[in-house]
């Protein structure tokens, strides 16, 4: 298996178009998301409701299958130097992202986004471990 961090507009993208190569990916690649992701979801949740391409008791199964393949890791794990560091990173960026940078840091594990401007904004100082998940269904 595979693992990757990945941030709230990933699931979100998941959960919203529900393609069936999700389901394919979610069979050999292990995701995780900090706990932040869970507050994430649940502010965006009429959105994914509304915008869904399944009916409301196939999108329940989906998120069900979904989350049976994504782990969700408590902040109070993360270490402060790793935090220090996303806090660092994520400066003049989206202060938003800090968790999901500090578990890919704590973890060693590339960070799969959608969002360009944390993508461009964290390459340009330097950070190597980010993925765009476009690029990353490219390379599938």
């Known amino acids: 298996m595979v693992d990757f961090v990945i941030d709230t507009n990933v699931i979100m993208g998941m959960l919203i178009s529900g393609k069936a190569h999700y389901r394919t990916i979610l069979t050999f690649v292990r995701f ?11 502010e965006y949740k009429h959105v994914i ?3 869904s ?3 409301k008791i196939e999108l329940k199964e989906f998120i069900y299958f979904v989350f049976s393949s994504v782990s969700v890791i408590p902040g109070f ?5 790793s935090i220090k ?3 660092n990173l994520c400066e003049n960026i989206d202060i938003k992202d800090i968790s999901f940078l500090a578990l890919s840091i704590d973890m060693d594990l590339p960070l799969l986004t959608r969002d360009e401007q944390l993508y461009n904004g964290l390459k340009r ?7 765009l998940f476009k690029d990353f269904l490219d390379q599938l």
């Open 32 to 42: 995780y998301l900090p706990e932040f992701s869970m507050t994430e979801l649940d």
């Open 49 to 51: 409701f509304e915008k």
């Open 53 to 55: 391409k399944f009916t």
């Open 77 to 81: 794990v993360l270490s402060k130097e």
């Open 85 to 87: 560091l996303a806090n």
């Open 125 to 131: 100082k330097g950070y190597k471990k980010i993925i």
